[in-house]
């Protein structure tokens, strides 16, 4: 069993940055997939990101490209998303899960067994 907590949500302006980090326990995640979900009031939750175990590939929503980076340190068990000039659209919980090796589509939150209890990221205007 893995458990997953998310800190670095809070309160930023749009065009500031935030970094929300994911401390995995109970297991190693260094062969999992781990990935990255928001969901704002009233809205499904959607996929933000993804990175493969070893760092090689990373995938992005299109909303995201070029402002965010998912990241991992298997060392630390840890994965990050990097969050750059932020909008009030960014405005979500964020969630950290892991994907044991599920051979659907990394953006559906189907794909992913282990899931963190989200971090609040508000961006005001």
């Known amino acids: 069993q893995v458990q997953l907590v998310e800190s670095g949500g809070g309160l930023v302006q749009a065009g500031e940055s935030l970094r929300l980090s994911c401390a995995a326990s109970g297991r190693t995640i260094s062969s999992y997939g781990m990935g990255w979900f928001r969901q704002a009031p009233g809205k499904d939750r959607e996929f933000v990101a993804r990175i493969s175990y070893s760092s090689y590939y990373t995938y992005y929503a299109d909303s995201v490209k070029g402002r965010f980076t998912i990241s991992r340190d298997n060392a630390k068990n840890t994965v990050y998303l990097q969050m750059n000039r932020m909008k009030p659209e960014d405005t979500a919980v964020y969630y950290c899960?892991?994907?044991?090796?599920?051979?659907?589509?990394?953006?559906?939150?189907?794909?992913?067994?282990?899931w963190g209890q989200g971090t609040q990221v508000t961006v005001s205007s």
């Open positions: 899960a892991a994907d044991k090796g599920s051979v659907g589509s990394y953006y559906l939150s189907t794909n992913y067994d282990y």
